[in-house]
């Protein structure tokens, strides 16, 4: 083959002729990324980190002004029969304090019985609260509530008549990532046997299917463990690691399958096994080389949208691509060279037999036929369906995730519940922070009395309660506000409270900080700012996008039609994760109980993962048609070569994501399950209507206008889409041989 200039060809003959460097130095660097990140740990963002605006600063300086030593946690006692006042109950919770009492870290045990217990026994006189808090000054809180729950369970073991269960900060904390934890391993021991399945029936052979699921693993692997030492610099989401599996499996297996896939294709066609390894890092690995760098870029806009939450999702999804793209590039091609046709090894019979053929999707093929025949119909009326479907999007509400979305088959979970409905009247409050030289001053505290009268005269505000940090510079004020927190009537208080009571009260006095903070504060802040930033991040994806296409295919229609068909998956995504999360549809099904809100961050999260995705097929599609037209065919001619040879790659590639993202779909956290519903309806639907029906009817329609370049762009570099092919390089084939290697295909 001649020499190329092409990096990824480069790469790919060095890897060649180097497999063991290549492979050794990649098990090297994918261990000790995982010994190193295993050592250090992970560090995860506060609560306070979290947030963003008015809010943010508002927690900010109440976790300075009231450094956390305690947390607080609750014990129910709880009878079906009788009441609080009885023996037998009064028995159960003078244990519970006894056994608390005695036990390590736990502070300030208050029976319901006591004096100044008020509000701890319910208005049907059959549930008690034992409140006492656990100490957090070794900042061990999750660990030092360990043995306080265990108290817990041997009061519930002595008194099993009664109802006896705990729910606090720490407990509640502890569980839920446990929960996390949990899903996250259920997320990766099932997609890996369904990845493996599906890579089955798209090579047919066990070895061939190996491959990609290896790259994809190790690479998730090692992008996990490099996480550890930069969070210690740059606090991360507790949700990024399965962020990360979710984008690295997908990515992984994709760059792996075309790659192999297109060696496989170039020794059915009678390549040796040197030039069609060559010949796929020159084609496939550049085509893996643009989408990964397209990706990143996508996944770079979330820097842009202002919050520690984005910063950490898009440096693990950069950096997780860019560990597939090297692995792609490096250890892949030196694992096909070792291997050979023995890549074909541990066929699987009967797929075996169904791949017998020229590799082209038979039921693409006719599909594609169809909508060439009539590309302006076939356009209108999958181009109508995506409008449709993403017509609900007008409607979205989004609101952060709250006690109201954690998994309710979580045992704490259902402690809560039981002691809301016990317990009822408590709304949830706003809090307004105020910061002076000294709150106990009398302009400041006839603020604080101002701001009551004007509570008590409002319909959507509560009485209101104050607290005093011990140093005297902060004043928290705690308001029970109307609506559920998130609601129109949450948002009215809000508003007032914003726009017109705190103004006239603390705004007036020079020198005095007042911000408000809470549920309700915090999702308005958090959206503000998300929409405030939305625009820079779409132009900053994609003008990127248009770039990096504007040169890899010289032609400025491409890159627009590639940016609109991808806003239109993404659009479609978003009416349908409308649907299901927020107006309750398939609630039953998929386990969950709509909280009438989509999760804030998901959809500039799904904006730009999406619109990444998506570029992979689009990149991968047209550099086939684009090898096709450079080669003299008509571009009607090369989009049907083109998209009929990559059909089935292609489909086999988006089956593994759409199966990854549904697995996600699973999961008790209602985040995890509107990830997945969003990820993998978009690549259906991009996968489908926009690469089967909506690229190749446009194209079509748009003839040799596909490849339009103005005379003042013509200094662009040109790329080759196709190297050259010398009579020698082929290697002679017996009929029976290709048919064989075609089973790899």
Known sequence: MQPTRNLAARAGRWSAQHRRKAVLGWLAFVIAAVMIGGSMGTQLLEGSDEGVGESQRADRAYDKAFPKETSDETVLVQTREGTARDPEFRAAVADVTQRLEGTKHVEQVQSPYAGEAEGTISRDGRSALVNFKVDDRDDEGSDNVVAALAAVKGAQRAHSDLRIEQFGEESSDRALSKSFEDDFQQAEYTSLPV??????????????????????????????????????????????????????????????????????????????????????????????????????????????????????????????????????????????????????????????????????????????????????????????LMLALAAPVIGMKTALPGLDTLPRELEVMRTYDRIQAAFPGDQIPADVVVEAGDVRSGEVQAAIAELERSTANSDLLGPPSTEVSPDGLLANISIPIAGDGTNDRSNAALAELREEIVPTTFGQIEGVEANVTGVTAGTEDFNSATNSRLPYVFAFVLTAAFALLLVT???????????????????????????????????????????????????????????????????????????????????????????????????????????????????????????????????????????????????????????????????????????????????????DDRERELVGV
């Not at 032609?555 to 999360?581: C, D, H, M, R």
Request: hydrophobic fraction near 55%.
């Open 195 to 384: 990845t493996l399945l599906i890579l089955l029936i798209a090579f047919g052979a066990l070895v061939a299917a190996a491959v990609p699921l290896i790259l994809a693993v190790t690479a998730v692997a090692a992008t996990i463990g490099l996480i550890g030492p930069i969070s210690q610099l740059f606090p991360v989401s507790e949700s990024i690691n399965s962020v990360v599996l979710l984008i690295g499996l997908a990515v992984g297996v994709d760059y792996a399958m075309f790659y192999l896939r297109r060696e496989r294709e170039e020794r059915a066609a009678g390549r040796s096994e040197q030039a069609a390894l060559e010949a796929a890092a020159a084609t496939s690995g550049r085509a893996v080389l643009i989408s990964g760098l397209t990706v990143m870029v996508a996944m770079a806009g979330m820097y842009l949208a202002g919050s520690s939450t984005f910063s950490s999702f898009a440096t693990g999804t950069i950096l997780v691509v860019a560990v597939a793209v090297i692995g792609s590039l490096t250890v892949l091609p030196a694992l096909l060279s070792k291997l050979g046709d023995r890549v074909d090894k541990g066929r699987v019979p009967f797929v075996h037999r169904l791949k017998r053929g020229t590799g082209e999707s038979r039921v693409w093929s006719a599909i594609l036929d169809r909508v060439l025949r009539r590309p302006l119909v076939s356009a209108l009326a999958a181009t109508a």
């Open 553 to 735: 295919f010289r032609s400025v229609v491409i890159p627009l039609k590639a940016i609109v068909l991808n806003l239109l998956s993404v659009g479609a995504a978003y009416g349908l994760l409308t649907l299901v999360f927020q107006h309750g549809w398939f609630e039953s099904l998929l386990g969950f109980t709509s909280t009438g809100a989509v999760t804030s961050w998901l959809p500039l999260f799904l904006f730009v993962v999406l619109f990444g995705l998506s570029m992979d097929y689009h990149v991968f599609i047209l550099t086939r048609v684009r090898e096709a037209f450079d080669r003299g065919m008509s571009t009607e001619q090369a989009v049907t070569s083109g998209i009929k040879s990559t059909a089935g790659v292609v489909t086999s590639a988006a089956l593994v994501m759409v199966a990854v993202f549904s697995i996600f779909a699973t999961l008790s956290s209602i985040e995890f399950k509107q990830m997945g519903v969003g990820l993998a309806s978009a690549i259906l639907i991009d996968a489908t209507l926009v690469r089967g029906v909506l690229l190749p009817a446009t194209m079509k329609l748009l003839g040799d206008w596909n490849w339009y370049l103005p005379r003042w762009l013509e200094w662009l570099p040109q790329v080759s889409h196709e190297p050259p092919v010398r009579d020698e390089e082929l290697a002679p084939v017996e009929q």
